[in-house]
């Protein structure tokens, strides 16, 4: 098998065990709308503050739903003894960051195509005809934040408080990931300005480009015995 039948095959293995299981898709989508409704909640009683805050809103619920879904990426293989035993197949280490990576950038892009209009419904949020550029922009912002999630994940796999310490370690170095996501969505639904949310656009596609070079670079020696 080739280096990416690898990468496709332990990819549809994790999408297909989530499928079966359920496990994270349950409780992320169910804290990502609880986030949702608390927020538009607390903020409904400020006339036309909602929309402003919307797209803080929709990273922030993608963000903390994100951590759930990265902290289950290597549970199975944990559990089951296997995640030694994939460590040990003759392929680039890489291919097994990248097979994971594509798991959790799909299913997190997945999550925030569904957030997506419920914060348009919720927070009034307007799209027009930018909408295809949100689709980009969660597409871009989802892969960058699934970059550092799926890195942290297998850095802390074999710590006893990995669930803790995931979030600790992943935030500080998301963060501009999540700050160019916010400005690139506030440009696209709210100010409607064209130039200023393809320059983020732009910044955004640099750091998931830099992101991923970094961590398939180096994935070797976090996943070293």
């Not at 902290?71 to 296997?82: I, M, R, T």
Request: hydrophobic share 60%; charged share 10%; aromatic share 12%.
């Amino acid at each position: 098998m080739t280096d990416f039948g690898f990468v496709m095959t332990l990819a549809r293995k994790d999408l297909m065990q989530e499928l079966r299981s359920k496990a994270a898709t349950v409780a992320t989508i169910f804290f990502a709308a609880i986030v949702l409704v608390i927020q538009a909640f607390a903020f409904s009683e400020r006339e036309g503050l909602l929309p402003i805050i919307a797209p803080g809103a929709l990273w922030v619920a993608l963000a903390f739903a994100g951590v759930i879904s990265a902290a289950q990426s290597y549970q199975s293989e944990l559990e089951e003894g296997a995640f030694e035993q994939l460590l040990m197949y003759p392929i680039p280490r890489a291919t097994i960051f990248l097979g994971k990576l594509l798991a959790n950038w799909l299913y997190m892009s997945i999550l925030g195509f569904v957030l997506l209009p419920v914060t348009i419904l919720f927070f009034g949020m307007k799209v027009g005809a930018s909408w295809f550029l949100l689709l980009v922009t969660v597409l871009l912002g989802t892969l960058g934040f699934a970059l550092i999630a799926t890195f942290y994940a297998a850095l802390t796999a074999n710590l006893r408080a990995r669930e803790s310490l995931l979030p600790v370690l992943m935030f500080p170095v998301v963060v501009p990931i999540l700050l160019a996501s916010v400005r690139a969505t506030r440009e696209i639904a709210g100010a409607g300005n064209l130039a200023i949310s393809l320059s983020w656009l732009q910044l955004l596609l640099a750091f998931d480009l830099v992101y991923v070079v970094v961590c398939t670079a180096i994935f070797h020696f976090v996943t070293e015995d």
